[in-house]
T-cell receptor
């Protein structure tokens, strides 16, 4: 299994531009999570999906952020317009949630820099 | 709501010395507990997990953790530190496999030769 795949690994964009981060979860996993990691705030949950349905988006910082999961094998996190304070590493994770398989598997992350 | 507190943002040990990273949790129901490790410019990798079976959990790379309900703790230990253990370590809690992990702030482990 290739694990959780995120793209791009690095993204540098100018303030005001739209940014789209992509995630392919592990096949068969029915839960998907988007986290943001910064030095100041650590790892924060942005949003999570169960069976492609958004369950809790209370961690999404502003309306500039949106996430979709059109099918079980793909999710996007979009920031429009981007701002310098959005600079962070964004992680996608997935889990099966079945029985004692409670752990989440993380992708390598996308390092976003907004200048 | 559940939460975890990691005591010490930075721990430094000598190579071969005991590693002890502290984690205390708060949860209204019996939780699932995890330790993850993050190497520079990498994602998070699961070290070990507690899922209400044995209270002493063994993980990868010689790490283990003990669940102590009376102390609401889940400290991570390794008898002998290796240079390759230098990384950031995160304790996390969740209520089920379909709910998100809530992470502590992390502890950066440095290993001195």
């Amino acid at each position: 299994d290739a694990g959780v795949i995120q793209s791009p690994r690095h993204e540098v964009t100018e303030m005001g531009q739209e940014v789209t981060l992509r995630c392919k979860p592990i096949s068969g996993h029915n839960s998907l999570f988007w986290y943001r990691q910064t030095m100041m705030r650590g790892l924060e949950l942005l949003i999570y999906f169960n069976n492609n349905v958004p369950i809790d988006d209370s961690g999404m910082p502003e309306d500039r952020f949106s996430a979709k999961m059109p099918n079980a094998s793909f999710s996007t996190l979009k920031i429009q317009p981007s701002e310098p304070r959005d600079s962070a590493v964004y992680f996608c994770a997935s889990s099966t949630g079945q029985g004692l398989n409670t752990e989440a598997f993380f992708g390598q992350g996308t390092r976003l820099t907004v200048v | 709501a559940q939460s975890v507190t990691q005591l010490g943002s930075h721990v430094s040990v000598s190579e071969g010395a005991l590693v002890l990273l502290r984690c205390n949790y708060s949860s209204s129901v019996p939780p699932y507990l995890f330790w993850y490790v993050q190497y520079p410019n990498q994602g998070l990798q699961l070290l070990l997990k507690y899922t209400s079976a044995a209270t002493l959990v063994k993980g990868i790379n010689g790490f283990e953790a003990e669940f102590k309900k009376s102390e609401t703790s889940f400290h991570l230990t390794k008898p002998s530190a290796h240079m390759s253990d230098a990384a950031e370590y995160f304790c996390a809690v969740s209520l089920s496999g379909n709910t998100p992990l809530v992470f502590g702030k992390g502890t950066r482990l440095s290993v001195i030769a």
